[in-house]
C-alpha cells in the first residue's frame, strides 16, 4: 500500500508529468562540482531536458519536508547549471506522500 501511495503522489505531480511526456529524463546522474569549500560529489535524482533551453532537476523524497532538502536541490541546481550552461534550470522537490 506504501509503494502504491508513494507512486501515485509522485506521477500526480504536474512537473513530473511533463518531465516525462515532453522531455529526455536521466536519472540518477552522477556529478562532481568545485565549489570554494572544495569538491563536491553527488547524484541527481532525475534531469530532464525538456527542450533545448531548459532543464529541470527532480528531487525525490519520502517522509516530511526539511529545510536541507531545500539546500541539497541547490547544490543540484547549481551542478545542472555547470553541465547545461546555455540553459535555464529550474527544479522541484517531490514528495512521495500525502501530508
Do not use: W
Not at 541539497?72 to 553541465?83: G, H, I, S
Amino acid at each position: 500500500d506504501a509503494v502504491l501511495e508513494a507512486y501515485t503522489c509522485v506521477c500526480g505531480e504536474p512537473a513530473v508529468r511533463e518531465a516525462y511526456m515532453k522531455g529526455q529524463c536521466l536519472h540518477e546522474v552522477p556529478f562532481s562540482l568545485k565549489e570554494a569549500g572544495g569538491l563536491i560529489r553527488g547524484t541527481i535524482d532525475c534531469l530532464a531536458r525538456l527542450d533545448e533551453r531548459n532543464v529541470l532537476v527532480l528531487e525525490f523524497k519520502t517522509g516530511r519536508p526539511r529545510p536541507e532538502h531545500d539546500d541539497q536541490v541547490a547544490l543540484y541546481c547549481r551542478a545542472a547549471r555547470a553541465l547545461f550552461p546555455a540553459c535555464h534550470v529550474d527544479s522541484r522537490l517531490i514528495y512521495a506522500s500525502r501530508p
